[in-house]
């Protein structure tokens, strides 16, 4: 263990625990309390309850399935891909020294050990691996909201009871709204992702591109045009 550290310089350590903190912070920042409502993400959630009550209303449900078919094709197609991701860095592996001479070669690029490397690249496909799962679970969580589509109770009986329209609908949104959460905390991994690739040039840069992923990421969710059209008046 002294060995490893030893190859490892101060900068190293300091960018690889910043680029943690930036990036489970601001999952956790994003997820809880009234930073969560407020985001893009949580704004979205008074559009799934609102589907939810109209489908309730409606007899003919093929629309919203083809929707909701709609929502797991995108999630699938995240799951897929990042399956090839993960794949591809780990064939990296076995020609991790002509990657470090390629590098090498780029300007500003850094010298570093090759324990180092290895654990640059442990780190790139932890994020992915992380995302992998955050993608399928949300593809699961999905597939629930469709049975939850297909058990919802007849147009006719829920007319006749306004309280089990609205814990069915408020229990719908609510699935939505959660696989709709670990869709985006997967999409977050990827941005993530982009960060520790800067991290095989300089450190330096890795901190930098961390802290430029977090101020994009809370643009995008809390101060963009979109929240502002997309907030219910």
Not at 132 to 145: G, I, S
Request: glycine residues 6%; charged residues 15%; proline residues 2%.
């Amino acid at each position: 263990m002294k060995s490893f550290l030893s190859e490892i310089a101060v900068i190293d350590i300091v960018a690889f625990v910043w680029f943690l903190a930036c990036w489970g912070g601001y999952n956790w920042f994003a997820s809880h309390g009234r930073h969560g409502r407020g985001s893009l993400v949580g704004a979205s959630h008074g559009y799934r309850l609102q589907w939810a009550r109209q489908l309730l209303l409606r007899e003919n449900r093929v629309a919203d399935s083809s929707l909701i078919g709609n929502l797991m094709s995108s999630v699938s197609f995240y799951a897929n891909t990042t399956i090839y991701v993960i794949a591809g860095l780990m064939a990296l592996w076995s020609t991790l020294d002509q990657t470090m001479g390629i590098f090498s070669e780029l300007p500003f690029a850094r010298h570093s050990a090759r324990a180092l490397w290895e654990l640059r690249l442990v780190l790139l496909i932890f994020v992915f691996v992380f995302a992998y799962f955050k993608f399928t679970w949300a593809l699961r969580e999905f597939n629930l909201l469709s049975i939850m589509i297909g058990a919802a109770p007849d147009a006719k009986a829920v007319l006749a009871s306004d309280d089990r329209q609205e814990s069915y609908a408020q229990r719908m949104a609510a699935v939505n709204s959660m696989a709709g959460e670990e869709f985006n905390r997967g999409v977050r991994s990827y941005y993530f992702g982009l960060a520790a690739l800067a991290w095989f040039i300089q450190p330096w840069l890795f901190i930098g591109v961390s802290t430029l992923v977090v101020v994009v990421l809370y643009r995008r969710d809390y101060a963009s045009p979109l929240l502002r059209i997309f907030q219910p008046d």
